[in-house]
């Protein structure tokens, strides 16, 4: 028997508990794990709270990110007692993800675990922190440096705008953090933003072309927040676009990209292939020391997982939800 959150559904609507299964009723995979840690991430509070489609079957066992150690593989790649760490491909939303005691899963979707974490410091990172990467990736990639000005990261006190933050600093670059928490200005600068703006200043609809201030852009808000961002990026700049905790919508015009060559770049972590996530994580192993881990992460026992979940989509978490699977 194991520990595992359930989401299952019936006419009244979905129901949310922690449950004691049979290992037997885990789904078919090429390798077993031994959870140690898994997070609540935007995904996760949406599949929890039913508040987006984000559940495909049920029941379901919510947690898109997970990290532990291979207990039983047919899978070549993987060996009894290696330590992995799975982002995505669909886990927590149509196979059984990462807010259990055991996972099943498929070989493919395992990325290695950095010797520089452990499986609580993965968990702190999770999805948000390697979505913050593969943003802080592609800004490279384009040819961003901390010469060429600043940076905004929007959502800043959430998980990605707080990995987000750390990383782009560590790169060396200036960073200015749009956050609706105001009173966390001392978190945000301890991350190494340089400035905190009230994201306000961004959130109403705007002019589609406005004065050039960004280098580069990390938004994880969607909606008028990235419509300002593209409209204030400077020439030849780029925005990375990863989420939408503000909207869906993009009420943008093609101004900045047809005047000003501003390039607008899509981040998806959940289908992105191995060598992006292997190198995402390379960065992270690199540049997040554990004191910054530390400073962003809060810890919450597997029960306590589904009462978290209204809060963080309203907003009030900062930093990362960690969950402690067998607490
Ligand atoms: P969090 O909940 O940790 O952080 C989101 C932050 O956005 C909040 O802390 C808040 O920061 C800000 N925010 C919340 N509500 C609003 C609002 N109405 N208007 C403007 N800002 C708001 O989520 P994550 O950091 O984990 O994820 C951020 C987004 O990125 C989500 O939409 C998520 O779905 C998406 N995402 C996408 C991925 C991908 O593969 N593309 C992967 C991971 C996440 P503050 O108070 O500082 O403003």
Redesign the pocket.
């Known amino acids: 028997m194991f520990n595992a959150i359930v989401i299952d559904k019936n006419d009244e609507g979905q129901n949310v508990a922690m449950t004691a299964l049979e290992s037997d009723a885990l789904p078919e995979g090429d390798v077993l794990v031994r959870v140690g840690y898994s997070a609540i ?3 996760d509070a949406l599949a929890i709270t039913a508040a987006s489609p984000v559940v495909r079957s049920f029941p379901m066992v919510p947690g898109i990110d997970l990290a532990g150690e291979v207990e039983q593989s047919s899978d070549p790649r993987w060996q009894v007692g290696d330590k992995v760490v799975l982002n995505g491909w669909g886990v927590g939303e149509s196979h059984w993800g990462g807010l259990a005691q055991y996972a099943r899963l498929k070989g493919d979707w395992l990325v290695r675990l950095p010797d520089a974490f452990d499986a609580r410091q993965a968990m702190i990172i999770g ?2 922190g390697y ?1 913050a990467s593969l943003c802080v990736d592609a800004l490279a990639d384009h040819g961003v440096t901390p010469g060429d000005g600043e940076v905004l990261v ?8 707080s990995i987000a933050i750390a990383l782009l600093a560590k790169a060396g670059h200036t960073v200015v953090a ?4 105001l009173n966390e200005e001392a978190y945000l600068k301890g991350l190494g933003a340089t400035e905190v703006i009230d ?1 306000a200043a961004l ?1 109403e609809a705007g002019k589609p072309m406005q004065r050039e201030r960004w280098a580069g852009v990390v938004d ?2 969607g909606g008028n ?1 990235l419509a300002n961002a593209c409209a204030q990026t400077r020439y030849r700049g780029a925005v990375t676009a ?5 909207s869906m919508n993009f009420p943008a015009s093609v101004a900045p990209f047809i005047l000003r060559g501003v390039t607008l770049y899509g ?4 289908m992105a292939p191995l060598e992006p996530r292997e190198r995402a994580w390379a960065r992270l192993a690199r540049d997040l020391g554990a004191d910054t881990l530390e400073s962003v992460a809060s810890d919450i026992a597997l029960g306590d997982a589904p009462g978290v979940a209204a809060d ?1 989509l309203a ?1 009030k ?1 900062k930093g990362r939800l960690v969950v402690d699977v067998n607490k």
């Open positions: 991430n935007y995904k999805t948000a979505t929007t959502g800043a006190s959430g998980g990605v705008g749009s956050t609706g928490k994201r959130s994880a808000v927040t990863c989420g939408l905790a503000e981040i998806d972590s959940v963080l907003g978490i």
